[in-house]
Structure formats: structure tokens, C-alpha cells
């Protein structure tokens, strides 16, 4: 007998990095399907959790979503 893994072929490599590069990749594959990226927060959603921390004041957070609702309009309007 000679070293070890000496009698391996260069397809035998080639078939033993495949498979561990399969193995690393359905471990990542996992792992992101189990702990998803945070989902994009719209403007809107921003805005009522800035009024709800005491951060902006009432007439602010109206002010704010009628701008924010006009310039929604605009844009939907825009792609008929």
C-alpha cells in the first residue's frame, strides 16, 4: 500500500470536491431559507414606527404621509 488517497484518480478528486462543494452548498442553502434576509420596510412603514417611538410629532407624520402618498400616485400614474 501506498501513501494514503494515492490510489485515487484524478476523476475520483474531481467527483470527492464535487460532492463536498454539494454538501457546503445545501448547508449555506439552508441556513438562508431558515433565517430569511429582514424584508424591505416601505416608507410608510417607516413612518408609523418613527410616530409610534416618539420620534416625529403628529402634524410631522401627516405632513410626511401626504407627501408620501402624493409622490406614490406620481409614480403609478406614471407606469400606465
Do not use: K
Not at 439552508?30 to 408609523?48: G, M, W
Amino acid at each position: 500500500m501506498g501513501l494514503w488517497c494515492s490510489s485515487m484518480s484524478g476523476a475520483s478528486w474531481v467527483v470527492m470536491i464535487a460532492g463536498w462543494a454539494a454538501v457546503v452548498g445545501l448547508a449555506i442553502w439552508t441556513v438562508c431559507r431558515l433565517f430569511p434576509a429582514q424584508p424591505d420596510r416601505d416608507a410608510f412603514t417607516i413612518l408609523d414606527a418613527r410616530l409610534a417611538s416618539g420620534e416625529i410629532d403628529m402634524d410631522s407624520y401627516q405632513r410626511l404621509h401626504d407627501l408620501l402618498e402624493n409622490r406614490s400616485q406620481v409614480r403609478t400614474e406614471g407606469l400606465r
